[in-house]
């Protein structure tokens, strides 16, 4: 029997497993990539972009805690616990959306994002952090200078991650994005197609040890008090 505590306890594992463990969320798990291309095309994503190596390994460890997947948007009857991969699709977030079931009724979801750097940045684009959205960060960070760098990973809650200064930077550079794609059509063009899109990204400088340690506890906590 499903139950909201054993939901958050594996979700907790999950993440605990990737914290501890971040070379795992750098391999390219065939198998999953191969079993999450799929699914996102039987939801009719026939020209979706193809799994990353750091999101199908991330799909390995909720697997190993107790979670399956489930067709996109689609509430399965039998009880257990889910996870939707690309739910609103590949250009889109979240990347996940874990869930409960109990007697054919979704009773609760936490959402998850994931971000990958080769070094110690993350790509952003367009996007940004979301409150009470949970970031799983893969990048290696650099240790000592003899000892070169190391895989890393921060798990926080978005809310957590980034400072009040560049959320409102941001939002202001999105207001702005958002209004010059709302008047192109007014821009007489020939032949040029336009589109107003960011390519921002984000340093993972500031993820030291302490603030890891820190973000990933105000996690626990926060999942902690989604069971009450």
Not at 16 to 26: A, G, K, Q, S, V
Not at 55 to 63: G, K, M
Not at 156 to 172: L, P, Q, Y
């Amino acid at each position: 029997m499903t139950s909201m505590k054993g939901f958050i306890l594996s979700i907790s594992r999950a993440l605990t497993y990737m914290r501890e463990n971040p070379i795992d969320l750098t391999g390219k798990p065939k198998d999953m990539i191969i079993k999450l291309d799929a699914n996102v095309k039987s939801a009719g994503q026939g020209t979706a972009n193809k799994a990353c190596g750091h999101e199908a390994s991330i799909a390995v460890v909720w697997e190993a805690n107790g979670f399956s997947l489930a067709p996109r948007k689609i509430v399965p009857t039998k009880c257990g616990y889910y996870y939707w991969y690309q739910p609103n699709g590949s250009q889109k977030k979240p990347d996940f959306i874990l869930f409960w079931v109990l007697n054919g009724v979704k009773k609760s979801e936490i959402i998850i994002d994931a971000k990958h750097g080769s070094k110690d940045q993350i790509v952003l684009n367009d996007g940004w952090f979301d409150n009470d959205t949970i970031y799983i960060i893969s990048f290696t960070a650099t240790v000592t200078r003899k000892a070169g760098r190391q895989s890393s990973c921060l798990i926080g809650m978005g809310r957590d991650i980034v400072t009040e200064s560049d959320s409102k930077i941001m939002a202001h550079i999105i207001s702005i994005k958002n209004e010059l794609n709302k008047n192109k059509k007014s821009m007489l063009t020939s032949f040029l197609k336009i589109c107003f899109r960011f390519a921002n990204k984000y340093s993972c400088k500031q993820f030291t040890p302490e603030f890891r340690e820190d973000r990933f506890q105000k996690t626990l906590s926060w999942l902690g008090r989604s069971d009450k």
